[in-house]
Nanobody
């Protein structure tokens, strides 16, 4: 059974940093693109970032470019989202999601949530003073 589990959420002050982790199991992680999405109360789910199966190519949503960094460790079946310079508007539940298998290791899809078939349960990030 394909599973994703997010950890690392919490409460942080504006300007602070958090690092989210997404641990995968039940599928061939090295062949899957992994993405991060977020959803704030009353808003649609928004694409944050995704990373190719090789880890060499990434894509970011406009709201987080220059502040967030996605990376992956294929030996540990884990993807990370380093979030810096956090703002109140980053407050949301953050989900990781997987799409694949993709045998082009450099493939990076658009940040379109319906294109991702495996989802975690989410982790809450709150940015507030």
């Amino acid at each position: 059974q394909s599973q994703l589990a997010e950890t690392g959420g919490g409460l942080v002050q504006p300007g602070g940093s958090l690092r989210l982790s997404c641990a995968a199991s039940g599928f061939t992680f090295n062949n899957y693109v992994i993405g991060w999405f977020r959803q704030a109360p009353g808003k649609e789910r928004e694409g944050v970032a995704c990373i190719s199966s090789s880890g060499l190519r990434t894509r970011y949503g406009d709201a987080v470019k220059g502040r967030f960094t996605i990376s992956r460790d294929n030996a540990r079946n884990t993807v990370f989202l380093q979030m810096n310079s956090l703002k109140a508007e980053d407050t949301a539940v953050y989900y990781c999601a997987a799409t694949g298998p993709h045998y082009n290791s450099e493939y990076v899809p658009s940040l379109y949530a319906p294109g991702f078939g495996v989802w975690g349960q989410g982790t809450q990030v709150a940015v507030s003073s």
